[in-house]
């Protein structure tokens, strides 16, 4: 059991679209204090899976964090569906070092016409602005 599956088992049972939460709150539920990143750090709080343990907790529980207020030391839980461990199974989860499988997909679609110039701006007076 990991630290922080009871949060996850709390997420689980909520049943509410949003679950709002202090960090005192969500220490008071897993039983353990969270790491100093989390107190000064967003980019700790986003909603990428391979970002940190506790972040896979709520994802696997059916929520995203939002509103992240450090300052306040509090967050919401928004629910982006009844998505568990179990319904996850099966989908291409892109490890670190890895691309996803799309990467590519685009490939050969955009075709630039012969004597298009990209570096043109695309407003002819842009060019003006930096001239005076």
């Not at 539920?29 to 969270?34: H, M, N, R, S």
């Amino acid at each position: 059991m990991g630290k922080y599956d009871p949060l996850k088992a709390f997420l689980g049972k909520q049943h509410a679209t949003e679950v709002p939460l202090t960090f005192q709150e969500i220490e008071k539920i897993t039983g353990v204090k969270l790491p100093p990143k989390a107190q000064h750090h967003r980019a700790w709080w986003s909603n990428n899976p391979s970002n940190n343990v506790m972040t896979k907790a709520w994802l696997e529980a059916g929520y995203e964090s939002a509103q992240v207020d450090l300052s306040a030391r509090k967050l919401v839980f928004r629910r982006v569906g009844k998505m568990g461990a179990e319904e996850r199974k099966g989908r291409p989860d892109v490890k670190k070092g890895e691309r996803h499988p799309l990467f590519g997909a685009l490939k050969d679609v955009t075709i630039i016409p012969a004597g298009v110039d990209l570096t043109e701006p695309a407003d002819p007076d842009w060019g003006k602005v930096y001239e005076d």
